[in-house]
């Protein structure tokens, strides 16, 4: 379905910043953008001139214009130029929230300080934002002089940055993202906090060298409140956001004489415009003071797997299914066991491994990383938890290759902090085998996924089967990852050849 997502905020008369960034940042998520405008500003890239709020009246009239045809699947509010419209937004906001069949979701960018530095809201909205219009807002985006205002908290260091986010929180915003744009901390580096419910990261890169970064802000927001309409999820919005707004500053170019508007581009397609997911045991993380967990081992850049392309890959709970999957010709397996004991478990990785050196197939198992590794397997697979439990300096001694798990583009990214031996995408369907509640991506994410990850080998995982492997092969993922597609086939010889027929072009089948 196509989303529409309003935007309520002032119009910029130089184009770079306001309704017009808005409009432009959320076209290139191909999402509709309805406008609700709250003030024209006279401004051109060396100020702004004049604010003219629109009357509560007239901003009413255009919400109430798009309400009965086109309502949002999120708000993003910008620029609210005094208390009247505040109030006004707000009790529109409880009323949707309490009324709609799907309640929108609100994305508030509190548009205080231009940057320019001119200040955008008249002083006294700041008590009015805190108390009648947070309590309605999903994810808040303040800059570092945003949160200051608001919160009074100043921010000296990442405890300060989220204590603010603490603040932001009680007063009843449920997301908080505070953008590092203005933050020299550490130094050269653009590090923004995100505070989610109770969980909370970093995401940083080096800061973009340009003057020309009028309408950043807002062009942050409205990508996200576009992913979110899209049903990504908050980690996800967040770094194509970050993506989107790097890639942007790289092509801001002048148009008058002062500070340029951020280019609007496109989906971000270049892995070195994504921000680093901060984690602890990285540079960044010890900047910030990032705590470990006391068994915690970080290491990046596992053995390589023998080619690009892992082919058909057949993911089995039993040595039975992994020995019948060899002889039918399959050379990436995964043994999966679950809610077995040590000792069953001890001697099956054992005959996996053996398998795996006669039909000379690379056998992988899953999660139990300290029994590959005694019984010398081709490597194992985690998951994302599991990276931070596992001693991966001794499977990465050991030689073993690892591959990892992803469910979007936060995780993804995570992954790549490690240099994985090969990266899995899921689930693209839904699938019975395991819950993937929330986390199902779809063939359009996996065509983003797999040029960003071109580097690693690729898997995909979930949902696919016979039917649907020549469209998933045809995104470019170097291997198909199945459960049932085997082992549930009535004819399972004959599900083989066909899926390595779609997978690797075999032409066996
Ligand atoms: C190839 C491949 N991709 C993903 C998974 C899922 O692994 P994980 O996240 O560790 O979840 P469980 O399989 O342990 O439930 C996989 N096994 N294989
Ligand atoms: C283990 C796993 N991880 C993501 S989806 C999935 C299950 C895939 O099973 P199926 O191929 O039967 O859908
Ligand atoms: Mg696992």
Known sequence: MNQVVWSIAGSDSGGGAGIQADIKAMQSFSVHCCTVITALTAQNSLGVEALNPISTEVIESQLQALVTDMPATVIKIGMLANVQQIQLISEHLKHYKNTWEVPPLVVYDPVAIASSGDLLTEEDTVSAIKECLLPWVDVVTPNTHETQLLTGVYLIGPSAVKEAAQKLQSYGAKSVIIKGGHWDYPSGYCIDY??????????????????????TGCSMASVIAACLAKRYPLKDAFILAKAYINQGLKAAVRYG??????????????????????????????????????????????????????????????????????????????????????????????????LGQKYDAQVYINDYWQLAIKHGAYGVHLGQEDLQTANLIEIKEAGLRLGVSTHGFYEMLRAHNYRPSYMAFGAIYPTTT???????????????????????????????????????????????????????AEDYPSAIAKLKQCVEGDSEA
């Open 257 to 354: 004489e002062g500070i340029g508007p951020v280019a609007h581009t496109h989906f971000p397609v270049n892995l070195a415009d994504y921000p680093q997911v901060i984690e602890a045991g990285s540079w960044l993380g010890d900047e910030l003071d990032f705590d470990h967990p006391s068994n915690f081992t970080m290491a990046a850049g596992f053995a390589e797997c023998q080619s690009k392309k892992l082919g058909l890959y057949a993911v089995v709970d039993s040595v039975d299914w992994l020995e019948k999957c060899l002889a039918e010709g399959v050379k990436t397996v995964q043994l999966r066991m679950k809610n077995t004991d040590d000792a069953t478990l001890d001697e099956a990785i054992a005959s996996a491994v053996m």
């Open 434 to 488: 395991k819950d993937m509640t929330g986390q199902i991506q779809g063939l359009e994410k996996l065509e983003k996924f797999v040029p960003l990850m071109a580097d690693y080998p690729t898997v995909a995982i979930g949902g696919i089967d016979v039917s649907r492997a020549e469209q998933v092969a045809n995104t470019g993922v170097g291997s198909v990852a199945v459960v049932r597609a085997i082992t549930e």
């Open 194 to 215: 995100c505070l989610q419910d109770t969980h909370e990261y970093w995401l940083g890169n080096e800061k973009i060298q340009t003057p020309h970064s009028h309408g």
